[in-house]
């Protein structure tokens, strides 16, 4: 059925005229409620919707130099919408103070008149008391009783005098204000620095097209331009420099003193990154690894004969994008694990892009030079042609032949890191609070948030008060990578904290504060910007899911998501994978995602806006399991990421409708038509292809174009009621509730078949 004017209206909630007024704003010729809509009518008004930034009716005030200021119909530049405001304000000024001065006069005649009046009544008393003795005569200073009077009376009105015109002035005119106007912030926040009621900012987005509640957050751009149509000056407030300002705040005095090196291990996905570095260790944790991958970023100091190193493992798989460019950004030196029988991948050529990137050195480690059809040659050209020479063909990148397994050309490997390390000259402040980065972390069950902290600068103790992200905290416990307790750790040490209220992103940076209030602050400044941000970001998706529904019909299907893991950095890179899984046919969505066991909320949230739970290392709590066995809600745990990307894909697939084919089983032609009492219409035919079966639809065609689709009401064959007519025989039908059948029409029998969609 076709969209007319009248039902796109009722779809948007807006009169069927203001939905013709925007259609002609958009360019188009709509002009009545009976006028159809195409789809490409649809995508010119919210293409227009989406690009209006100003309403061109209404009153209009940018920002810049040379931009012009449009008030009912009359347009000024800025510097003269200025002048003639401050001209207008002198005006008003003016005519005040004369106002004051004709008051202040009348007001000295009425105490001069009330003066006089009340002599001669003095006067009159006088002269009818003559029984009593007289009186001496009171003598009144009228300039000193008008004097005093007047004096009180400005006392008393204190706003009307000469010298105090500025406080006599109506609020009629807003006062131009400079107003800061950060990255993002909320519709009632807005209000509150202009001084305005909400729904004044509320009714201006409108006029810039913007529908917004007093509760929505705003982008920068939009909250300018509402500041700058109410008659204040917007100025765009940079965020960094809260950060930079809060950064600055520790200063280190005295000499830096030399600090061990910090190596991240990078490489594909198998190549023996945490075989390596187990044998380094000398302990056993790739045997402990799910799947035999790393899936999380794990962090080790390791006393090695060439001195202390801190380690960094990385994970290989193609979902740890954002861990291998976090690791490549905090570490000295990149070691690049090649598997000599596997060569150059796809996240070997990543962590190459990463490692340049953050400027860092990079010695590689040709791995498995045991194997059968290990080739060092093959990887040094392939490296070669990344633009990582060798140094023994006269480049600049170490590269050492090794055995992870079994540690053959593992002290070169460290004898070269060691002397990258002494080239670079690491140098680090000792003495002050500590500053660094967090590697990754964890909610844990017992021990609460747990955080493992990359020491950059100064010294961290036990009992530090210490702000990172939104997270805050006093130490409690500093535990080394041997799981030793520890009461300080200086630059470049691996350690794990316990004691911040909650779990901090990984990546984020820490440092010390040196007082709560600070540190409340700091915390409840980040918090409050992420929370704009992700009522921004849900603004967004939710606009572009409405435009998307407009312009065309929408048959995406939609997969919601509850993600639980065990790190914060495992999740950060399952969100992300999961994200990319969408395509044309569905969608995934995350709604909501973090760190910790699956708990009741989490179960409850499932239920109301049914979503499917993914637990990574995780399980559910027993008030959970009990809603999730109860309501039936689908719940997973995974111990690998690639596993549970399969289990997405095949729950997207469900989520899609079968496609519906048709395959043509016979055609009969038809010879003549008969008129039969009993049955109607009967068409004599021959069957041409095929075979016709009595259980299947059948289509009418005539000169080959469809003129009517339904069923056989019966099919015989000389006299006898049959279910299926051969390829070469004569038959008779009729077809239901059809009396238009004609000599030389064709009859199609055809079957419909139901098959599954694929990602």
Not at 18 to 45: C, F, P, V, Y
Not at 145 to 157: G, P
């Amino acid at each position: 059925m076709a969209l007319t004017v009248k039902d796109f209206a009722k779809t948007l909630k807006i009169s069927d005229a203001a939905l013709i007024e925007r259609m002609k704003n958009a360019g188009l010729s709509h002009s009545k409620s009976s006028d159809e809509i195409t789809a490409s009518d649809k995508q010119a008004l919210l293409k227009s919707l989406k690009g209006a930034k100003a309403s061109p009716a209404s009153k209009s005030v940018t920002s810049g130099s040379g931009v012009t200021v449009t008030s009912k119909g009359k347009s000024v530049k800025d510097g003269e919408a200025v002048k003639s405001y401050s001209d207008n304000i002198e005006a008003k000024r003016a005519a005040a103070s004369e106002q004051l001065k004709e008051q202040q006069k009348r007001r000295e005649d009425q105490l001069k008149e009330s003066a006089r009046l009340k002599q001669e009544e003095i006067k009159k008393r006088d002269k009818f008391k003559k029984t009593e003795p007289e009186k001496p005569a009171i003598k009144v200073n009228v300039k000193d009783q008008l004097s005093s009077a007047v004096n009180a009376y400005k006392r008393r009105e204190g706003s009307f005098s000469q010298d105090s015109k500025h406080k006599f002035e109506a609020p009629t005119e807003v006062i131009k204000r400079d107003i800061e106007v950060p990255s993002t912030i909320q519709v009632g926040e807005l209000a509150k620095l202009m001084a305005v009621k909400g729904n004044i900012v509320v009714k201006n987005l409108m006029g810039l097209g913007v529908v917004a509640t007093i509760n929505d957050v705003i982008d920068q751009e939009t909250a300018i331009l509402v500041v700058e149509e109410i008659g204040h000056s917007g100025i765009a407030l940079k965020e960094e420099n809260f950060e930079e300002d809060l950064a600055n705040l520790i200063t280190y005095e005295g000499e830096q003193k030399s600090r061990s090196p910090v190596i991240t291990v990078m490489g594909h996905v198998d190549h023996g990154k945490t075989t390596l570095l187990d044998f380094i260790r000398e302990t056993k944790v790739v045997d402990g690894e799910a799947g035999g991958i790393t899936q999380h970023i794990g962090a080790y100091e390791v006393e090695t004969s060439k001195g202390k190193i801190t380690f960094i493992d990385t994970p290989g798989h193609a979902a740890f994008s954002s861990m291998r460019a976090r690791g490549a950004n905090t570490t000295d030196i990149v070691i690049l694990v090649v598997a000599a029988n596997d060569g150059i991948k796809p996240q070997t050529e990543e962590a190459i892009n990463h490692a340049k990137a953050a400027g860092v050195s990079i010695v590689v480690a040709i791995n498995k030079i045991d194997l059968d059809g290990a080739d060092v040659d093959k990887v040094k050209g392939d490296l070669a042609a990344k633009d990582l020479a060798p140094e023994d063909w006269g480049g600049t990148t170490q590269m050492i032949p090794v055995s992870a397994l079994k540690g053959t050309g593992v002290d070169k490997l460290l004898e070269s890191v060691s002397l990258e390390a002494e080239l670079l000259e690491l140098k680090a402040h000792y003495d002050g609070p500590a500053q660094g980065v967090v590697i990754e972390s964890e909610l844990d069950k017992f021990r609460g948030s747990v955080a493992t902290f990359l020491i950059q600068n100064g010294t961290l103790k036990v009992g530090d008060l210490v702000a990172s992200g939104n997270s805050v905290g006093k130490i409690k416990s500093i535990i080394n990578s041997d799981g030793t307790k520890i009461k300080s750790a200086g630059p470049s040490a691996a350690i794990e904290v316990l004691g911040l209220n909650n779990v901090p992103n990984a990546g984020d940076q820490f440092q010390v504060v040196s007082n709560d209030k600070q540190a409340r602050e700091i915390a409840e400044y980040r918090i409050s910007k992420e929370k704009e941000k992700k009522l921004l970001k849900q603004k967004d998706e939710s606009a572009g899911d409405l435009f998307e529904t407009l312009g065309q019909e929408s048959t995406k299907k939609t997969l919601n998501i509850i993600v639980k893991t065990d790190v914060g950095g495992t999740c950060e890179a399952i969100t992300a994978s999961l994200h990319d899984l969408s395509n044309d046919l569905a969608k995934v969505k995350i709604v909501s995602s973090g760190v910790g066991g699956i708990s009741e909320s989490d179960a409850n949230l499932a239920l109301a806006v049914d979503s499917i739970i993914l637990g990574f290392n995780v399980r559910a709590d027993n008030a959970a399991k009990k809603i999730i066995e109860d309501e039936s809600i689908p719940l997973s745990y995974h111990s690998i990421i690639y596993e549970l990307l399969d289990d997405v894909k095949s729950r997207m697939t469900g989520l899609l409708d079968p496609i519906i084919k048709e395959e043509i089983v016979g055609t009969a032609e038809v010879l003549e038509v008969f008129n039969s009492p009993k049955f109607g219409q009967i068409a004599g035919c021959n069957v041409i292809e095929g075979t016709v079966l009595r259980n299947k639809p059948v289509r009418v065609l005539r000169d080959e174009i469809v003129i009517f689709e339904g069923e056989l009401d019966s099919l015989r064959r000389f006299k006898e009621d049959v279910n299926e007519v051969k390829n070469g025989s004569e038959c008779g039908m009729g077809i239901k509730n059809y009396k238009d059948i004609k000599q030389g029409d064709k009859i199609e029998v055809y079957d419909r078949k139901e098959e599954s969609q694929s990602m």
